[in-house]
């Protein structure tokens, strides 16, 4: 059995092999909280907080962090507190010459305005955006670490839906239902939610990203909740979604059987893929669920991508839309969750994580007795 605990050996191994596309006159600034974590397991708050960044030469790691956060104890770089931005900038004035560096590649995604013109400030040197492809080589592929604890988080969240679904009575409301998930994601080991939980009855389903409220429970209506986990920062993402009574419209039954049939030859395709050792792009996953969905009439309806990757962001490359040509990896983790949303009535969408693995998917988020 794999051992999932990441020790700091494995933050080594990240850093030297983000090291290898540095030059000796290079210095990467990084400010990406999940970036940040990936390479040394520190882990933020609050991801708006700005509790650290992190430098990295050929031949030195930093660590800045804000003195009232707590560092991990599997911490493999030198650790300096620090008093906001203005701490790096300092390090950076005096280290320019040390270092003799020439460039320093910052990410212009999560840099704030402010912190760009301070860095803009400095002299002696050229700023340039970092290329967040570099990155994405290292963070798509899962180890089999990274594997272990994306199983493990995927199991226990399906099972907490599980146990939601055979509980749930008329006269809960939305807003009780994600509580009660939360709750039972905390006993079964998770650490918490990898995003604000989707709770939503009747009408509400037809908004994919509806927020719980004080709506209650009746029967004869529909239900979906899409929600994950997080365990030692990776995330779990699954929906369900069903009617909560005996007598389902006809409509429903329709888009249920479409969502259903969208996603079993979605993740068949795939299969078949990789038997025959085929590759296959982003493009072509999200065209075989959008297929189903347009040639059933409700192409208009279903108003988002057939997936995206998902680690230590719930929401990472690559996106499983109609554009996007980029190959698919073995070892990447990706959720599959097409879906038709009909406003005013009622919404429909089926979701697993799986990890794209030979010779077969492996799918995260099944609980016992599903198929």
Not at 16 to 39: K, R
Not at 156 to 180: D, F, H, R
Request: hydrophobic content about 40%; aromatic content about 10%.
């Amino acid at each position: 059995m794999v051992q999932s605990h990441l020790t700091s050996t494995d933050f080594v191994e990240r850093l030297s092999e983000w090291q290898t596309h540095l030059t000796p006159q290079t210095l990467s600034l990084l400010s990406n909280p999940a970036d940040i974590e990936y390479l040394t397991g520190f882990r933020f708050l609050l991801p708006a907080e700005r509790e650290a960044f992190l430098t990295i030469t050929t031949s030195e790691v930093v660590l800045w962090h804000a003195s009232f956060s707590p560092l991990p104890p599997e911490l493999a770089v030198e650790a300096k507190p620090m008093q906001g931005f203005d701490s790096v900038i300092e390090y950076l004035q005096s280290n320019i010459p040390q270092f003799q560096l020439h460039q320093i590649e910052f990410d212009a995604q999560n840099l704030t305005v402010a912190e760009h013109q301070k860095l803009v400030g400095l002299k002696n040197y050229q700023l340039i955006a970092l290329d967040r492809t570099q990155f994405w080589r290292g963070r798509i592929k899962k180890t089999a670490k990274e594997q272990s604890l994306l199983h493990q988080v995927g199991q226990l969240s399906a099972q907490a839906i599980q146990t939601i679904q055979s509980s749930l009575k008329p006269g809960v409301t939305e807003l009780e239902v994600a509580w009660k998930l939360t709750n039972l994601t905390h006993q079964a080991g998770a650490e918490s939610l990898a995003f604000p939980t989707i709770v939503a009855f009747g009408d509400h389903t037809a908004l994919p990203h509806h927020q719980p409220t004080d709506r209650v429970l009746t029967l004869e209506t529909p239900i979906l909740l899409d929600f994950g986990a997080r365990k030692e920062g990776y995330c779990s993402d699954l929906t369900r979604t069903w009617w909560f009574g005996a007598q389902p419209p006809a409509e429903f039954d329709k888009i249920k059987t479409t969502v259903d049939q969208a996603y079993r030859t979605t993740v068949a395709w795939m299969q078949t893929q990789l038997t025959n050792s085929q590759t296959f792009t982003a493009k072509d996953v999200d065209t075989q669920a959008r297929t189903i969905i347009n040639q059933a009439g409700y192409g208009r309806q279903f108003v988002h991508t057939t997936g995206h990757g998902v680690g230590l962001d719930v929401h990472e490359p690559p996106s499983l839309n109609w554009h996007n040509l980029e190959k698919i990896q073995l070892e990447t983790c990706l959720t599959i969750e097409p879906g038709i949303y009909l406003p005013g009535k009622f919404g429909y969408r089926y979701e697993n994580s799986l990890l794209v693995t030979q010779p077969a998917l492996t799918i995260l988020t099944l609980a016992p007795g599903e198929s």
